[in-house]
């Protein structure tokens, strides 16, 4: 297996707190790995720890070949990581399609990717002119993810995108991010255990800043008194 992220060890700290203390993940290159894991169990301070949002105490995080532990977020950008944080980073002053060109190296848009956002998401095209703070929940999410695709990335970090929205819109969400995981790698955090099940390929489970399980999505999905100790995940939610 060839990891195309690698945390060996992480430690954070966020100001006196100690939150993640000591992560050990490994996410394969291609498909969906899923991050799950309780409130407060230390899902987006990974994430914002990979960005360079939070820096690493101890520890290491290894991007293909790269070293980026001590990097600026805008450098680990540039190496094709994307960032989808959980507030979704939109302008709701700024129109969709301003929105979208800001997420542009030079604020050219490649037609061809654009033509299959715009398949992906139609609202995106519909809304092309209108200003972001408009947008319904899941449209918004839809343009965060846009954004992340607008250009080819490696590797795209997306905090719980399903939160608030609708079932249907959640099934769409699904389609997408198997299209979107077909060129890209896809780190997701998530507490909706049945959109994670849908797309993930691999499993890590976080608990009080540290991995407390890894294997393959399909094992812990058969596994209900697994979910239950790792998660407390209710029964509604098979
Ligand atoms: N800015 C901060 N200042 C102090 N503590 C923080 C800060 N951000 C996060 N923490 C603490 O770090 C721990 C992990 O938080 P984190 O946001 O990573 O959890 P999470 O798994 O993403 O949770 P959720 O599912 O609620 O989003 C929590 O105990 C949280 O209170
Ligand atoms: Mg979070």
């Known amino acids: ?5 690698r945390l060996d060890d992480v430690h954070t700290d966020i100001a006196q ?3 993640l203390h000591g992560v050990l993940l490994d996410v394969p290159e291609g498909g969906v790995h899923v991050l799950l894991g309780r409130n407060g ?5 990974t994430l914002r720890t990979v ?14 070949h790269h070293d980026i532990t001590a990097m600026r977020t805008p450098d680990i950008a540039r190496l094709g990581i994307a960032y989808v944080p959980e507030n979704m980073g939109i302008f709701g002053g700024l129109t969709v399609e301003e929105n979208m060109r800001l997420a542009t190296a030079t604020g050219a848009f490649d037609k061809n990717r654009l033509a299959r956002i715009f398949a992906l998401f139609p609202a995106i095209e519909k809304f092309w002119t209108t200003q972001a703070y408009a947008l319904s929940g899941g449209q918004k999410q839809m343009l965060a993810i846009s954004r992340a695709i607008v250009e080819r990335r490696d590797l795209i970090l997306i905090d719980e995108p399903t939160k608030g929205l609708a079932p249907a819109i959640i099934r769409n969400m699904i389609d997408a ?3 979107i995981a077909q060129e890209t790698t896809i780190l997701l955090v998530e507490q909706n255990f049945l959109f994670a099940k849908a797309l ?3 499993v890590s489970v ?3 800043g540290r991995i407390i399980h890894r294997g393959p999505m399909a094992d812990l999905a058969a596994d209900a008194d697994l979910q239950t100790r790792l998660l ?3 029964a509604e939610a098979h």
């Open 200 to 202: 993930g390929r691999g």
């Open 1 to 5: 297996m060839t990891a195309i992220l």
């Open 17 to 19: 707190y100690r939150v």
């Open 232 to 234: 407390s995940l209710s």
């Open 41 to 45: 169990a230390g899902k987006t301070t």
């Open 177 to 179: 991010f198997r299209d």
């Open 51 to 64: 960005m360079g949002l939070w820096r690493t105490r101890k520890g290491a995080i290894v991007f293909r």
């Open 206 to 208: 976080i608990d009080d």
